[in-house]
């Protein structure tokens, strides 16, 4: 075995001898050596953190091991000196940088409320900051220490010597030949502060990514609502209620109690401090504004026009609010109260016609009733309210919103339901037949205008039509009683009953059919245990068809009505009850919401009709005498300029039991003429329906 041969009395360096040696001078092992020739593009980015951040490559490993190898002592006490030299002020270097990477990160714990949308940052985010503050202090710590231990070394006399001789060791390669090579653990030692300043900023920019995503908290179903806005096809939804305190408000002690009241609904509910930024674009955000001035978003009524309109002052309220257009998104929170007293103040009555109007963009149908449960319990609480009763308003920035539904919860696809759309958007008609999803069975039911209205614009939105009908508690008490032996409830009975109107009313008209397809809304509240309570957009839909038997009486459903209304009363409990296979989650594959609107908007409607119930208000019982009592709750929507050729809109309150059902369409799109008088039979045929059973 050949026996090196040494090169100084006073160094630890080793030269091996060319005669004994495989090359002139000791190449590092194929392992330790980072160089592969030409890279890819991919390898090129990826060599920015192996080329010396964290891994050993030329600038590392390479220098090492030169300083333990080179060919005389001389060589080797200069390149250890300025390796040496250059590493103090890498080091000094990083000290400085990793202390102000540490001061950036500290600050950021004074950024409670850095996102648009008024949320605290995400825990994942803080947990970020957090871990980069530890890194960056590691950095100045490490740097700090091998700075010390570097000065230390050189103050001896045999410096570079000791130098080398922790840094590197003797090895024997496969053939039994002695080699230089550098401690695998010096090398990644001497680099640890670079490398933890590195993920220190690693982590820094992982927070923010996350942060700026956390940003945009619309879920699709907002981004469809918000586009059709936009574009002018949808108007707001409202929820309306009569309330009776037992305090006598005049008109300017009213405003005053208003005031407070709704201020602590924002307080309650951030969705309502809240504006849509870059709306006319595909990655609109939510923000939540600073300030707000409730005069912005309180309209007091006149008593006299209501009362006087001819169908009611709650259609008249109604009416009114859908075609007082809320202006842009963006610039205030796009909602309004409006506020009537139904008897003039010398009579000294304090009812009041309460609607909640907003856009579907910020919240579905159940949250106009959780508005009202916040209202309601505020006014009658107001001596407790700490909110005084000047219009300007600085909401909570504290509140959070509750994520869009995507994020709320997992919308799981199968299959069989993706590919059913898929095959009817893009396939051939025979196609769809081969694969079932032919839409022959929509050819055969009513669906209205066979072409929508002219498009709405900005100047010119969309126009909304409504009827309003109410059945008293004794006839909805009959009603249920008489659904439960056929295990259907309300909801699907009024489906059927619909259809028999149309049918009855058409028939009128001289036109025959006998087929429907009804679109309902659901709640998908009770699957997200966490949403009860907030205001949001939790809604999905299911579709059943109905058909009637020729010749039927008034309230007499025949044996195979019944059993339709105890299928679609199955159907949607079970729709309701999983996150499965809803059409909501089908939005996930559409690219192109803006261009998929406008299609809608100009194809004939998919279904007869839609229908929404929000349910029964069940915090309407009060607590006391004096208490605030709520009664006669209504539910209504804007004509849909994408949807169905109207709206059957439904909801009731505990307190009185009355089931208020109002009706609304886009003037045009029913494709009969009068259209008022012909919805006007359809809600008058329903009621006398539900009477005569």
Partial sequence: MTKPKESGDEDNGIALAAAETKHELPEPAESENYRHGEETAAGAFFSLFRG???????????????????????????????????????LNFIGVVGALLAGCLTSTGSWPTVLQNGQNSPWTVRTCWYTGIVFALFAVLTAAQQSIRLHRLSAHKDSLKNIRHYMGCKVRDSEGV???????????????????????????????????????QFGLNELRCIVRDDLSLYGTIIVSAKYSPRENYEDETLR???????????????????????????????????????????VTLGAESLLAARDGETAALLRYAHNDRIPDLSTRPPWRAYVSLLRSPQQRSTELLVGFSYSHAIADGKSGLLFHQSFRQAMDQMHKLPYDDESSFFPPSAAELFPPLER?????????????????????????????????????????????????????????SLVHRQVIRANVDKVL???????????????????????????????????????????????????KASMGNMASAVEDTVQIDEGGQVGNLSDREWETAKNITLHLQQASGTLSDQPVGLLRYLSDFKGWTLKKATQQPDCSFSVSNVGTFEDSEPHGSAAVKLTDMSFSQSADGTGAPFNLNLASAKSDGTLNMVTTWWPGMLGVKDEGRFMDDVSDRIVEELKAM
Avoid at 413 to 432: N, Q, V
Avoid at 486 to 508: M, P, W
Wanted: one cysteine or more; glycine letters at 4%.
């Fill in 481 to 531: 009683s008489l659904c439960r032996p056929h295990e259907a409830k309300l909801t699907g009975l009024l489906i059927v009953l619909t259809s028999r109107a149309l049918a009855y009313a058409l028939q009128a008209r001289k036109e025959k059919f006998t087929s429907f397809k009804a679109e309902t809304a659901l709640d998908l509240r009770k699957c997200i245990p966490e949403a």
């Fill in 178 to 216: 002695s080699r230089i090579k550098p401690r695998r653990f010096q090398v990644y030692g001497w680099q640890a502060s670079i490398m933890f300043l590195t993920l220190s900023v690693a982590a820094l920019i992982i927070g923010m990514c996350i942060l700026i995503w956390s940003s945009t």
């Fill in 408 to 464: 709320a919860a997992s919308l799981n696809i199968s299959w069989a339901f993706l590919l059913a759309p898929l095959i009817g958007e893009y396939c051939p008609p025979t196609l769809r037949r081969i694969f079932g999803t032919s839409s022959d069975s929509s050819e055969e039911c009513w669906r209205g205008a066979r072409t929508r209205p002219p498009m709405p614009g900005r100047s010119r939105p969309i126009e909304t």
């Fill in 52 to 90: 010396g951040l964290i891994a050993p490559s030329d600038t590392t490993y390479d220098a090492i091991l030169h300083c333990l190898t080179a060919d005389t002592l001389e060589q080797r006490d200069e390149l250890t000196k300025q390796w040496r030299d250059h590493k103090l002020e890498e």
């Fill in 256 to 298: 005053k109690a208003l005031t407070r009241a709704l201020k602590q609904c924002i307080a309650e509910h951030p969705v309502l401090s809240t504006v849509v930024l870059d709306n006319d674009t595909g990655q609109p955000q939510l923000a939540q504004v600073s300030r707000m001035a409730i005069d912005d978003h309180l």
